[in-house]
């Protein structure tokens, strides 16, 4: 298989460091709110590159974290090691503690998940579960003397990381070019503008991270004993300490936004190859931006959209997962309402073209022409094609419509569909009659025939039946009303 590796600006072949085993990280939420349609972007590419790697048959270890403390409001703002934790910001918001808030959101997210298909980790890390890992991992950097103190916390130093291990700090992004201050004010203390938090005292010179006096502020909700003093430590620490516990010092493949190309993946690399000497992840994969109607998306835009939104519009979330799958992952994809109804029209049709085709035990098969055997083979290999060249999912759903309309055999056409799941991810071989999406149009459609029934027009009820035939519906009639399944697959939304 081939991706796009950020670290080396090149599409390069997936060659693991340990044959027919991955060691695959992913850069999780952060639990102090809810997770937008942008963030789960990135967590379905990461779960299709996860199926897909395991489609080619290799075993993959996937680890994904849980960011519940220690992420700054500085971050976005040009200087991840400034600002106010978002979680007990969030708290102060909601009136309860940041323990309470990041459970809540961490809950919130682990449905969305479920309601996407995505398939879990081996471990869902939680940066509060491993404050020792990261201590520790501190540790071993301030032995190295890549660590310096100042009155708010310890820091990494890049200068003196770049002098002794001849690294180039910053390899993903453009650091470099970034000015300190440029929307929040600068630490003077800092050796370097490009320096990070390690480790947050909790009350430095006898204020608290609000700039609050004891007197004035509560206690920290989230603190620690450490070898430095009470605090909390800083957010890239955690990915480097969870991800090397769970698949060693070096890995193979860390996924994420691109948002994370600019600070938290540098710091990554930085801090964990100056603890060990060795290469940290071989493959970085970026997902790129979601647009909402062209423009940016920010809740202050109110184009925020989360899962819940995604519902209380009708639509089924599979369809949010088909919509990704439109665009490649690498490119800015722009989501509309009328995005989504498309993709949802497409999934219902999917799911029904499955639902009507016929399953045949092996002993009752009709052995194949050699014609259409070499169409099955055909359609495995475009597949596996489309996945191989950097995990190109609109060629891969090209390839699903054209099998399904395809003159192959229909307990073929089922075979293959089952087997494309196995990345599609729609969950084909558990889908039910009322499971189905049905299209507004057709529903709309059966809505008008019923009516015509109950008033015994009948003229305008076979009107409407043929209507639909010619869509490919086949219409069934019950005592609670009319429903369709799709007799043969027309057009593709």
Not at 8 to 33: D, K
């Amino acid at each position: 298989m081939k991706v796009y590796n950020s670290l080396s600006r090149s599409i390069e072949t997936v060659t693991p460091l340990h044959r027919g085993q991955i060691g695959m990280y992913t850069c999780g939420p952060t639990v102090y709110s809810f997770v937008t349609i942008g963030n789960l972007r990135t967590f379905v590419t990461s779960d299709l590159l996860l199926r897909a790697l395991k489609y080619e048959g290799n075993d993959v270890h996937f680890v994904m974290n849980i960011t519940d403390v220690g992420h700054l409001t500085g971050d976005n703002e040009g200087d991840a090691s400034q600002g106010e934790d978002r979680l007990e910001k969030s708290a102060k918001k909601e009136g309860k503690d940041a323990w309470h808030v990041a459970q809540f959101y961490t809950e919130a997210f682990l449905k969305d998940a479920q309601a996407l298909h995505l398939v879990p980790p081996q471990e869902l890390a939680k940066a509060t579960d491993h404050i020792p890992e990261q201590i520790a991992l501190i540790k071993r950097l301030e032995e190295k003397g890549f660590v310096y103190t100042i009155d708010d916390g310890l820091y990494f130093d890049t200068v003196q990381y770049e002098s002794v291990t001849h690294n180039i700090y910053g390899e993903l992004s453009n650091l470099d070019k970034i000015l300190e201050g440029a929307r929040i004010e600068a630490n003077p203390q800092k050796k370097n503008p490009r320096d990070f938090a390690l480790w947050k005292f909790s009350y430095p010179n006898g204020r608290n991270f609000n700039g609050e006096t004891d007197d004035e502020a509560q206690k920290r909700h989230m603190e620690w004993e450490s070898p430095w003093g009470i605090g909390f430590p800083g957010w890239h620490i955690e990915c480097s300490a969870m991800s090397m516990k769970y698949l060693g010092e070096s890995f193979d493949i860390h996924a994420g936004g691109e948002d994370l190309k600019s600070t938290h993946h540098p710091n990554e690399i930085a801090q964990s190859e100056g603890a060990t000497g060795k290469q940290f992840a071989k493959y970085w994969v970026h997902s790129a931006f979601l647009l909402v109607d062209g423009k940016r998306m920010g809740k202050s835009l109110g184009n925020a959209y989360t899962v819940t939104d995604i519902l209380q519009k009708g639509f089924d979330p599979l369809s949010l997962r088909y919509f990704y799958m439109t665009g490649h992952y690498r490119s800015p994809l722009n989501f509309t309402w009328e995005g989504l109804t498309a993709a949802q029209n497409a999934l219902g049709k999917l799911q029904s073209a499955y639902r009507s085709f016929t399953e045949v035990s092996d002993e009752n098969r009709t052995e194949l022409s050699e014609e259409k055997l070499s169409k099955v083979q055909g359609f495995r290999d475009a597949f596996q094609s489309a996945l191989s060249d950097d995990l190109n999912m609109p060629a891969a759903l090209a390839v699903v419509w054209e099998m399904v309309k395809s003159n192959i055999p229909s307990p073929d056409k089922r075979d293959l569909l089952l087997l494309f799941d196995e990345v599609l991810g729609f969950n084909l071989k558990d889908i039910k009659n009322e499971d189905i999406v049905v299209p507004a149009e057709i529903t709309a459609l059966l809505a008008q025939r019923d009516h015509a029934r109950a008033q015994k027009n009948f003229s305008e009820s076979d009107r409407i039946r043929q209507v639909l035939e010619e869509k490919g519906y086949t219409v069934k009639d019950g005592p609670e009303g009319s429903t369709v399944i799709l007799s043969h697959v027309a057009h593709q939304s």
